[in-house]
C-alpha cells in the first residue's frame, strides 16, 4: 500500500488500501472484530459511534495471522510519511505482536522525513534519551538490531560501555562473512576492531607486527569486496557499527591482547599507546597504573571527565596493592558522581569496598581516604 497525502485525514484510508485483498475473510471474523473493520471502512450498518480502533486493530491482526497460515505476507507500505493516524495506530500494534508468525512489515518513506512511529519505541519504550541515542547508532538503520539491542542490557551504565553486548542472533549475523576471508585479512579486521582509530597506516603496521611479514593493502581488498568495511587511501571505516562489535566478541581474549599489544607498538601518540598497552597487559603493572594516573589527569584537564574515568578503573585493576586499588577506584567514583551516574558510582564503590549507604549517612567523599 501506499501512503496517500490528500488521504492522510481521511481515518483508515490506508488501512483499507492494504487489507482489500484479504476482506473476502472478514466474514471468518469474530462478530465484534468484523463489526468494528466494516464500519471503519464505511462497509457495515451505519454506527452511532466511531470505530474502536483497538477492535479494528485486532481484526486487522487477526486476518493478517489468518492468511499468514496459508503463504507468508509481504505488506510493504510505501510513503509512510502520510499514512492516516488511525492506520499508523493500526499498523503499530500489529508490529508489536508479530513473532511466530510469517509476516514481515516493510515500512519506506521519502528522505527529510521522520517515521511516524519507530521500531526501537515500540520494542523498548522505556529507553531512556541516551540509551535510545546509542542504539540508534549502533543499530544505524538496521531493523533487526534495533530489535536485538535492548534484549541484552542488564543496567542503564551497560549503554555507557565501549562494547554493547550482543544477541547472539545478532552476532551470527554480523560476522557470518568473515569465515571465507583470508587469514590475513581476518586477522586486519581484528586489527581495525581494537583500533581506537581508522588509520589505514596503523592497521597494516600493526599486522605486519603480528604476522611477521610485509602487508599491503590488497590483504584488506576480499574484505572490501565481502562489504565489511570501506577502505580509501587513509582510512578503514566498518560499513556498518556492529559488524566491529561481532569481530571484537567472536575474537578470543589471548587474540584481542596480542592486536592491543601490536597497535601499541606502531601508535605514536602518548595516550593512545598506553591505552593500547593497558589493553594487552595480564595481571599487576605498577608502572603502568602510574602512567594511567597521569593519562587520567590529561583527560580530566582537557575536560575529558569519562575518559578519566574509564583510565583509572584500568589503572585500579592494575594495581598490586589492596590500597592503591580502592584509592583508584574512589578517585573514578569522585568523577561518576560528578557525572550524575549513580548505578555506576554503586558499582565503583563495591569495586572499593565502600558501602554505598556510607556516602549518604556520613557524607562520605569518594576522594578522602
Given at each position: 500500500m501506499t501512503g496517500v497525502l490528500a488521504e492522510v485525514n481521511l481515518a483508515f484510508a490506508g488501512l483499507?488500501?492494504?487489507?482489500?485483498?484479504?476482506?473476502?475473510?472478514?466474514?471468518?471474523?469474530?462478530?465484534?472484530?468484523?463489526?468494528?473493520?466494516?464500519?471503519?471502512?464505511?462497509?457495515?450498518?451505519?454506527a452511532a459511534e466511531p470505530p474502536d480502533v483497538w477492535l479494528v486493530a485486532l481484526a486487522t491482526l487477526t486476518l493478517l495471522t489468518e492468511s499468514a497460515t496459508h503463504k507468508p505476507i509481504l505488506l510493504v507500505v510505501d510513503d509512510a510519511q502520510w499514512l492516516d493516524e488511525a492506520t499508523r495506530d493500526v499498523l503499530s500494534f500489529v508490529s508489536r505482536r508479530l513473532s511466530a508468525d510469517s509476516i514481515v512489515l516493510l515500512l519506506a518513506l521519502r528522505?527529510?522525513?521522520?517515521?511516524?512511529f519507530g521500531l526501537l519505541d515500540i520494542r523498548a519504550p522505556d529507553l531512556s534519551g541516551k540509551l535510545r541515542d546509542r542504539f540508534l547508532k549502533e543499530a544505524a538503520g538496521n531493523p533487526l538490531a534495533l530489535v536485538e539491542l535492548p534484549h541484552n542490557l542488564r543496567t542503564e551504565d551497560d549503554g555507557e560501555a565501549p562494547w554493547l553486548p550482543l544477541t547472539e542472533r545478532l552476532e551470527r549475523t554480523f560476522s557470518s562473512r568473515l569465515s571465507g576471508l583470508p587469514g590475513a585479512t581476518q586477522m586486519l579486521l581484528n586489527v581495525a576492531a581494537e583500533n581506537d582509530g581508522t588509520s589505514l597506516h596503523e592497521i597494516l603496521r600493526a599486522g605486519e607486527v603480528l604476522l611477521a611479514q610485509n602487508i599491503g593493502v590488497d590483504a584488506l581488498a576480499p574484505a572490501a569486496s565481502a562489504q565489511l568495511i570501506d577502505l580509501d587511501a587513509m582510512q578503514v571505516r566498518f560499513r556498518h557499527p556492529l559488524v566491529r562489535s561481532a569481530i571484537h566478541r567472536t575474537a578470543d581474549v589471548a587474540t584481542r591482547q596480542k592486536v592491543h599489544s601490536a597497535l601499541a607498538a606502531v601508535i605514536e601518540d602518548q595516550d593512545r599507546r598506553l591505552w593500547h598497552r593497558a589493553a594487552a597487559t595480564v595481571g599487576p603493572d605498577d608502572d603502568l597504573a602510574a602512567e594511567l594516573d597521569l593519562m587520567a589527569s590529561r583527560a580530566?584537564?582537557?575536560?575529558?571527565?569519562?575518559?578519566?574515568?574509564?583510565?583509572l578503573q584500568i589503572a585500579a585493576k592494575l594495581s598490586s596493592t589492596a590500597k592503591a586499588r580502592r584509592e583508584r577506584f574512589l578517585q573514578a567514583a569522585e568523577i561518576a558522581t560528578d557525572l550524575g551516574r549513580p548505578g555506576l558510582l554503586e558499582h565503583l564503590l563495591r569495586e572499593a569496598e565502600v558501602e554505598p549507604s556510607c556516602q549518604a549517612t556520613s557524607g562520605f567523599n569518594p576522594v578522602a581516604t
Open positions: 483499507q488500501q492494504a487489507l482489500r485483498p484479504l476482506m473476502k475473510l472478514a466474514k471468518a471474523l469474530p462478530p465484534r472484530q468484523q463489526s468494528a473493520l466494516l464500519n471503519a471502512f464505511g462497509l457495515g450498518e451505519e528522505e527529510g522525513f521522520s517515521l511516524p580530566q584537564s582537557r575536560g575529558a571527565n569519562t575518559m578519566a574515568m574509564e583510565v
